[in-house]
């Protein structure tokens, strides 16, 4: 089954604890990207990726690490969380520069609390 | 300025009866895609539908369809017959050529009562 994956979907932590939030494809997809959703703003991108070891930065990357040393796998690294981190995550995929209808697959999203 | 808006920020309307979720989009390029997405109160991103910039008909897919009118840049969702599980939150995103980017609305509260 075609699907994007992360873990944890639930988490609460403290502030300052290093965490990470993993997001894996199996649709062979280059294209990943995070995103955050908090009430009122809809998602804004935080980091995307191309392809393999190629990442830049989306609308709201501060705060916020990734790395993609497989095609497959695009981690969330917060290397020092803080309150305001506090939202819902989303990890998607999709192939790239591809016609516009290819939709992006959506993981099933990371609730984060930071204390 | 804001590439895509969602003006309403809920909508309420009786099980049975269509309704209309309005969205604007502000791009400069010729070819992009248009796109609306659900979202229960359970979380997940759910893909409804699929608007080409070139697409000369409007999209259909089962319940939803498209209202696509690009002189107006508007590219409005229309839920026909509304059943009590399409109460959920719903995304219009935009995403323009050469780019992999998906820019989202801030979304439409969407409550259908019996």
């Known amino acids: 089954e075609a699907q994007v994956t992360q873990n944890p979907r639930y988490l609460i932590t403290v502030t300052g604890k290093k965490l990470t939030v993993t997001c894996s494809q199996n649709m062979n997809h280059e294209y990943m990207s995070w995103y955050r959703q908090d009430p009122g703003l809809g998602l804004r991108q935080i980091y995307y990726?191309?392809?393999?070891?190629?990442?830049d930065k989306g609308d709201v990357p501060e705060g916020y690490k990734v790395s993609r040393k497989e095609k497959r796998n695009f981690p969330l690294i917060l290397e020092s969380p803080s309150p305001n981190q506090t939202s819902l995550y989303f990890c998607?995929?999709?192939?790239?520069?591809?016609?516009?209808?290819?939709?992006?697959?959506f993981g099933p999203g990371t609730r984060l609390t930071v204390t | 300025a804001q590439k895509i808006t969602q003006t309403q920020p809920g909508m309420f309307v009786q099980e049975k009866e269509a309704v209309t979720l309005d969205c604007t989009y502000d791009?400069?390029?010729?070819?992009?895609?248009l796109f609306w997405y659900k979202q229960p109160s359970s979380g997940e991103m759910i893909f409804l539908i699929y608007?080409?910039?070139?697409?000369?008909q409007n999209a259909t897919e089962g319940r939803y369809s498209l209202n696509f009118q690009k002189a107006r840049k508007s590219a409005n969702l229309v839920i026909s017959a509304s059943q009590l599980g399409d109460s959920a939150m719903y995304f219009c995103?935009?995403?323009?050529?050469?780019?992999?980017?998906?820019?989202f609305g801030k979304g439409t509260m969407l409550l259908v009562s019996p």
């Open positions: 791009t400069s390029d010729q070819s992009y895609g």
């Open positions: 990726s191309m392809n393999v070891e190629v990442t």
């Open positions: 995103a935009m995403r323009e050529a050469g780019y992999s980017t998906l820019t």
């Open positions: 998607a995929s999709s192939h790239t520069l591809a016609p516009s209808s290819y939709e992006q697959y």
């Open positions: 608007q080409g910039s070139y697409d000369e």
